[in-house]
């Protein structure tokens, strides 16, 4: 797990250098590809349920789920959330970055702030003997103290041999409610936030999820282990 996930940390460390004005969101997901195949791992989204691509790209109003196009080229003040896993000698990695491209608004970067903070406040909740309500709650918490929303249909979840397994990790909750954590697991711990009202629906493509207000979303997602000293992050660069 630690070499599968150190693949994609290391792909949010240099694919920095490339997102900018004037690229496609295809360029991305070509160059994401080529970056996890020299690397002697397989994308893991592309194939998923018939996923097309190796990167999911996410902009503005899209939460989730997005598809790379070649028309699709990013511009300045978009917010552009990337979701990409890897799978490599039967394990799985899988994190999420938000990117804020040139001029961005102050709304837009406290959006950002406070979802990848949120991240950080539940992945210090992810600890043996704790429940998953304790993440969701913390998120929760959080993130509408300070005037935004979590997405409620889109969850994190359990990771390993398989890209998700249980238990399902919701951003919402409630404190010592549901499934128990244990030590030795790894966990995908993924808040989905908006500016507006948390109320999605899916494009015609029956992936892209959007915000049903038109909204803005961030999305930061880090593979964690549960270790017996507390959270490991195995996503970081």
């Given at each position: ?107 837009d970067k406290q959006l950002c702030k406070v979802t990848k903070k949120a991240l950080q406040i539940g992945i210090e909740k992810a600890v043996a003997g704790n ?9 929760q918490s959080y993130v509408e103290k300070n005037g935004f929303n979590v997405v409620r249909d889109f969850v994190g979840h359990g990771i390993g041999r398989k ?75």
């Amino acid at each position: 797990m630690k070499k599968v996930n150190k693949i994609i940390a290391d792909l949010f460390v240099e694919i920095r250098d490339i997102i900018d004005i004037g690229v496609s969101t295809f360029e991305l997901d070509q160059w994401a590809e080529k970056f996890i195949i020299n690397r002697n791992a397989k994308p893991a989204f592309k194939g998923y349920r018939g996923f097309p691509a190796t990167l999911c790209v996410s902009i503005n109003n899209e939460i989730v789920h997005g598809i790379p196009s070649k028309k699709r080229v990013l511009k300045s003040g978009d917010v552009v959330s990337i979701d990409v896993g890897a799978y490599k000698n039967d394990h799985y990695a899988d994190a999420a970055r938000t990117f804020l491209i040139g001029n961005a608004s102050f709304e837009d970067k406290q959006l950002c702030k406070v979802t990848k903070k949120a991240l950080q406040i539940g992945i210090e909740k992810a600890v043996a003997g704790n429940r998953v309500g304790d993440i969701g709650s913390s998120i929760q918490s959080y993130v509408e103290k300070n005037g935004f929303n979590v997405v409620r249909d889109f969850v994190g979840h359990g990771i390993g041999r398989k890209l998700h397994l249980e238990p399902a990790i919701p951003n919402y909750g409630t404190e010592d409610k549901g499934a128990v954590i244990k030590e030795n697991m790894f966990l995908a711990i993924e808040p989905m936030v908006v500016a507006g009202k948390w109320n999605v629906r899916v494009l015609e493509d029956q992936w892209t999820a959007v915000t049903l207000d038109g909204k803005n979303s961030a999305h930061f997602e880090n593979t964690i282990y549960v270790s017996k000293d507390g959270p490991v992050v195995l996503t970081e660069g």
